[in-house]
């Protein structure tokens, strides 16, 4: 199937999208019709990925957006209904992992900061969103492999993913049947979020081999999917989690 053009009309909100899985995502919904806010913590970020966007044909916008902010969340919102009128679709894909402590050794501050940007932002983005949804909207969150099982160097932030599994399905059912909600759960993507896993060789051949493919993902192949879950292709699916990691282990 030709999918070019299967996003026409739409409006979509990506965080955390200058670069990495948020970049890639954003340009594949833009790619396909839609036209495409992105948002980052700097304003040369976000200045230079509207510039590669608009490059290759796509509408976009750009909006400093710090998700731990509340003005910036605001702002995010009300300038894109501003341009805009609406908006269809939201992939939260904000998060931070700013420690490879183990649970009972991580300092509060830490705790909340994690919580904070890889939960918390996500429930509030769409409190301020919600109004503006239209019907058959689809809201995407960027969980991660790491939410079903969680390693010891990044084992909080695997439980903060983890709880992103339990808010779609609650949010799922809060939203139906207007709105569709659905997460997705990277395998191990080299961008820069994870190069501390995938730069070394033996680390990454050691993950290659845990997946049945024998390769680490591609930003590529997490923007298939959202964009799969952002379109009327997916549309009797809502409450799932759709794992992209090349058939690594996905069991809670």
Known sequence: ??????????????TASTQGIGFAIAQRLGLEGAAVVVSSRKQKNVDEAVETLRSK??????????VSNPQHRKDLIEKTVQKYGHIDIVVSNAAANPTVESILDTKEPVLDKLWEINVKSSILILQDASSYLRKGSSIILISSIAGYHPQASMAMYGVTK???????????????????VNCIAPGFVPTHFADFLTKTAAIRKTIEDRTLLKRLGTTEDMAAAAAFLASDDSSYITGETLVVAGGMPSRL
């Open 162 to 180: 983890t709880a992103l599994f339990g808010l779609t399905k609650a949010l799922a059912a809060e939203m139906s049947p207007d709105t569709r």
């Open 1 to 14: 199937m030709d999918a070019k053009g299967r996003l026409e009309g739409k409006v979509a909100i990506v």
């Open 57 to 66: 044909g796509i509408e976009a916008m750009g909006i400093v957006c710090h």
